[in-house]
């Protein structure tokens, strides 16, 4: 399978960001991608106080151009995300669609960990103000393998990924806007260390650069292989990264390292009751 990962720098203009967008897909299509990535709040990335009057309905414009070029290109579509409302709560729910090479939306899911610091003095940033969290579990069929959904800080909580693996996800596909700061010490080893411990492909698209004053985003948009090896690594900047990925691999190092089927099961377990 051909994957593209395609990196932006989102800012406070949607129509601009979506145009981009639309463009990095383009792209995709021509380095031969079967499923392209797009990243976190590709939509928008401003004060707050934007987030919802930039929000959208279900189907709504974004949505549909997004629909509509997956169509076009025919290719699967990890839309990243974008800010769809939920219901008549005032905030939004922060969406990942994923659209397959009809324009069809065969899968959606809401992030579920909210980035929500607060640090006295120093940092105040909570996403919960103007997002609501997701309840979900995700896993879907993508270009007719078994895929985990997630986004961002979802990527600290490792229990998620463990049980899309359960469920049968073979690549776990992370759209991201991780903050420079955070990113240089977190990004890539999280990142690996998701890839090994559940013995899955993982491909993150990523926010690069400055999206408004003071607010950086790390790049470095990335797909790492089931032994935790970087495949391909996006430079600095706007632009398409694209790889090849062997499914066969995978099913090499799941037999070499039965990490998944040796778990104590009997002992402890994770369930998804919950959702």
């Known amino acids: 399978?051909?994957?593209s990962v395609c990196q932006m720098n989102s800012r406070a203009d949607k129509a601009e960001n979506t145009r981009v967008a639309l463009e990095l897909l383009d792209e995709a299509k021509r380095q031969g991608a079967e499923v392209a990535v797009l990243p976190e709040c590709l939509d928008y990335m401003g004060p707050d106080e934007g987030v919802y009057p930039n929000s959208e309905e279900e189907g709504g414009p974004l949505?549909?151009?997004l629909a509509d070029k997956a169509r076009e290109l025919g290719i699967w579509v990890i839309g990243g995300t974008f800010r769809v409302r939920a219901g008549d709560d005032s905030r939004v729910g922060n969406t990942l669609v994923v659209f397959n090479p009809a324009g069809e939306a065969t899968a959606t899911y809401r992030k579920m960990h909210m980035f929500d610091i607060?640090?006295?003095g120093e940092v105040d940033f909570m996403e919960s103000r103007t997002v609501k969290p997701g309840e979900d579990?995700?896993?879907t069929q993508i270009a007719g393998v078994q895929s985990g959904l997630s986004i961002?800080?979802?990527l600290r909580f490792p229990e998620l990924f463990r049980l899309q693996a359960l469920a049968g996800a073979r690549i776990l596909f992370l759209p991201a806007a991780f903050t420079a700061f955070t990113g240089k010490a977190h990004w890539e080893i999280l990142l690996r260390a998701r890839a090994?411990?559940?013995t899955c492909f993982?491909?993150?698209a990523g926010q690069d650069g400055e999206n408004m004053p003071g607010k950086a985003s790390h790049g470095q948009s990335i797909i790492i292989d089931p032994w935790g090896e970087i495949v391909a690594q996006?430079?600095?900047?706007?632009?398409v990264t694209t790889a090849d990925i062997d499914l066969d691999q995978l099913d090499k190092v799941r037999r070499n390292m039965p990490s998944l089927q040796n778990r104590r099961a009997d002992i402890y377990s994770l369930s998804l009751a919950q959702g």
Request: hydrophobic share 60%; glycine share 8%.
């Open 196 to 198: 090994i411990e559940n």
């Open 234 to 239: 996006a430079p600095a900047g706007v632009g």
């Open 118 to 120: 607060v640090i006295p």
């Open 202 to 204: 993982v491909v993150a």
């Open 137 to 139: 579990v995700v896993t």
């Open 63 to 65: 949505w549909t151009a």
């Open 152 to 154: 961002c800080f979802d």
């Open 1 to 3: 399978m051909r994957i």
